[in-house]
Nanobody
Framework: QVQLVESGGGLVQAGDSLRLSCAASGRTFSGLIMGWFRQAPGKERSLVAR????????YYANSVKGRFTISRDNAKNTVYLQMNSLKPEDTAVYYC?????????????WGQGTQVTVSS
């Protein structure tokens, strides 16, 4: 069983930056496609970004392109989400997830989430 724990969320002002981290346990981490999702109050959970096991293939939602960067360090069993130029619309609980199948992976492993709040 893979367990994921997010960290790095907090309260920031518009235009600021945050880096989220997701630490994973388990031997299969390097073989998983990893994704970041977010869910704001009253809205459905949506995919923010995902990355292949090698780190060479990435996808970003249009709303975050050019501002967010997903990366991973398989040696540390960690995936990151660098968030720059944050906007109030980015306020949400952010979750990391792992799964298999490209370009539409099934996410079998989920973290508990970390809250990001961006004030205007």
């Amino acid at each position: 069983q893979v367990q994921l724990v997010e960290s790095g969320g907090g309260l920031v002002q518009a235009g600021d930056s945050l880096r989220l981290s997701c630490a994973a346990s388990g031997r299969t981490f390097s073989g998983l496609i990893m994704g970041w999702f977010r869910q704001a109050p009253g809205k459905e959970r949506s995919l923010v970004a995902r990355i292949t096991y090698s780190g060479g293939g990435t996808y970003y939602a249009n709303s975050v392109k050019g501002r967010f960067t997903i990366s991973r360090d398989n040696a540390k069993n960690t995936v990151y989400l660098q968030m720059n130029s944050l906007k109030p619309e980015d306020t949400a609980v952010y979750y990391c997830a792992g799964g298999r199948g490209w370009p539409n992976p099934q996410y079998d492993y989920w973290g508990q989430g970390t809250q990001v709040t961006v004030s205007s």
